[in-house]
């Protein structure tokens, strides 16, 4: 099993230094991420039920959603195309998701 790991690690790591992306700073992007998109998206609910402006609760929530891909693209070199297709449909899911969650909880 342990070979199976080197190579599965090799290979993951091996990933980062061909596109110019540390595989360890996404993720820790990726994942510290989650706290604040729910912050924001917390934050955008209350100011949805108060009557309040929701724009920069959006913002902080868009920006959290895409940081990890906003790394990618200003760090990443020689990114396939298909990978900038997939994260286009994960984004465009993403934020119908959410538009939906959020309308859930502002009638609730």
Same mark, same amino acid.
């Given at each position: ?7 599965v ?11 110019? %992306?540390? #595989? *360890? %700073? ?8 989650? #706290?604040?998109?729910?912050?924001? /998206? ?12 929701? %724009? %920069? #609760? ?14 990618l693209? /200003?760090?990443?070199?020689?990114? #396939? ?17 959410? *538009?939906?969650?959020v ?6």
């Amino acid at each position: 099993m342990s070979g199976l790991f080197a190579r599965v690690h090799d290979w993951f790591f091996g990933l980062g230094a061909n596109y110019g %992306v540390d #595989p *360890v %700073v996404f993720g820790a992007i990726y994942v510290g991420a989650v #706290p604040f998109f729910l912050l924001s /998206i917390g934050w955008l609910v209350a100011r949805l039920r108060a009557g309040k402006s929701i %724009v %920069v #609760p959006i913002l902080c929530a868009g920006f959290c959603f895409v940081s990890a891909y906003l790394y990618l693209a /200003i760090v990443g070199h020689d990114i #396939p195309v298909w990978v900038w297709a997939a994260l286009g449909l994960l984004i465009v899911y993403g934020a119908f998701s959410t *538009v939906r969650d959020v309308r859930k909880k502002s009638r609730k």
